[in-house]
């Protein structure tokens, strides 16, 4: 029989993740977010908002995996509160609430749970004690999953790019570089691997596989800042002046390994900003 699937927060990511769940026959996925008439067309919608307990929506009499992959309206504390702690809070009540047990409960964290600002490498066991909100939030929001009654995992995303995510291009357009020194690495993600890394963890759980409670959801290569603009503007045939400080804000300067996702077995589509800008370039370019 097909699992039900509810994807709480169904944005970019969470519509990217509710068609490959489609795709496989296997599922049926409700989404929930505010503005249903954004969602793919196979979804079934659920309007309601995260912030508020009492407007959570209907929801399926049996849910067997959620996902809670909601952003924050814009920066600030009291955005990131109300995304990520007042709405998984709000989530994980109501499915205690109504008798729900689901098999397994997803978090779409962030790699700004780090602190770390040399470049050095992190991975799932490294220490985390963000100075940011941004980090200390999501680690908190982590923390209230973990200590639910349920199966949970999060992962760490790091930067998400993909169609319709235009801020490094636009820079480029712009002509603004960044200086190659002090170096500033970056950790990406392309839009589809995010979905396909938890669409992964779902089959891998309904086929009792072992799932771990946390992931770094970034590609093979993290990469300096410097490089990849550059590399954007060689594709763009554009002059970069490098007399521009790099974008703020920064999640810090360092390398995460993806090993552990690649371990379980995840393939990723996009293995490095190269492959995946490649594509967007190029779509870009044909519109």
């Given at each position: 029989?097909?699992?039900?699937?509810?994807?709480?927060?169904?944005?970019?990511?969470?519509c990217?993740?509710?068609?490959?769940?489609?795709?496989?026959?296997?599922?049926?996925?409700?989404?929930?977010?505010?503005?249903?008439?954004?969602?793919?067309?196979?979804v079934?919608?659920?309007k309601?908002?995260?912030?508020?307990?009492?407007?959570?929506?209907?929801?399926?009499?049996?849910?067997?995996?959620?996902?809670?992959?909601?952003?924050a309206?814009?920066?600030g504390q009291?955005?990131?509160?109300?995304?990520?702690?007042?709405?998984?809070?709000?989530v994980?009540?109501?499915?205690?609430?109504?008798?729900?047990?689901?098999?397994?409960?997803?978090?779409?964290?962030?790699?700004s749970?780090?602190?770390?600002?040399?470049g050095?490498w992190?991975?799932?066991?490294?220490?985390?004690?963000?100075?940011r909100?941004?980090?200390?939030?999501?680690?908190?929001?982590?923390?209230?999953l973990i200590?639910?009654?349920?199966?949970a995992?999060a992962?760490?995303?790091?930067?998400?790019?993909?169609?319709?995510?235009h801020?490094?291009t636009?820079?480029?357009?712009a002509?603004?570089?960044c200086?190659?020194?002090?170096?500033?690495?970056?950790?990406?993600?392309?839009?589809d691997?995010c979905?396909?890394?938890?669409?992964?963890?779902?089959q891998?759980?309904?086929?009792?596989?072992?799932?771990?409670?946390?992931?770094?959801g970034?590609?093979h290569?993290?990469a300096p800042?410097?490089?990849?603009?550059?590399?954007?503007a060689d594709?763009?045939?554009?002059?970069?002046?490098?007399n521009h400080?790099?974008?703020?804000?920064?999640?810090?300067s360092?390398?995460?390994?993806n090993?552990?996702?690649v371990?379980?077995?995840?393939t990723f589509r996009?293995?490095n900003?190269?492959?995946?800008?490649?594509?967007?370039?190029?779509?870009?370019?044909?519109?």
């Amino acid at each position: 029989m097909n699992k039900n699937v509810l994807i709480a927060g169904c944005g970019d990511v969470g519509c990217e993740l509710a068609q490959q769940l489609l795709d496989t026959g296997n599922y049926f996925v409700w989404g929930l977010r505010r503005s249903i008439d954004r969602l793919p067309g196979r979804v079934h919608p659920v309007k309601g908002d995260l912030s508020n307990p009492e407007q959570l929506g209907e929801w399926p009499n049996k849910i067997d995996y959620v996902v809670y992959a909601a952003a924050a309206d814009g920066p600030g504390q009291d955005n990131y509160h109300k995304a990520y702690l007042r709405g998984l809070s709000n989530v994980l009540s109501r499915l205690q609430a109504d008798g729900h047990r689901p098999e397994r409960v997803l978090f779409t964290s962030s790699t700004s749970c780090y602190h770390q600002n040399d470049g050095q490498w992190v991975d799932e066991t490294s220490p985390t004690n963000p100075g940011r909100y941004s980090g200390k939030i999501m680690l908190e929001a982590e923390a209230i999953l973990i200590n639910s009654p349920f199966p949970a995992t999060a992962v760490r995303f790091g930067g998400i790019y993909g169609p319709g995510r235009h801020r490094m291009t636009n820079r480029v357009r712009a002509g603004e570089g960044c200086k190659a020194e002090p170096v500033i690495y970056g950790n990406r993600i392309h839009r589809d691997d995010c979905a396909g890394i938890l669409a992964h963890l779902i089959q891998r759980d309904e086929q009792k596989l072992p799932v771990d409670s946390l992931y770094l959801g970034v590609d093979h290569e993290p990469a300096p800042l410097y490089e990849v603009l550059h590399w954007l503007a060689d594709q763009l045939d554009i002059v970069l002046d490098d007399n521009h400080p790099a974008p703020q804000p920064q999640r810090g300067s360092k390398r995460c390994s993806n090993q552990r996702i690649v371990d379980a077995g995840y393939t990723f589509r996009y293995p490095n900003y190269k492959a995946g800008y490649s594509e967007l370039l190029s779509s870009m370019s044909s519109e």
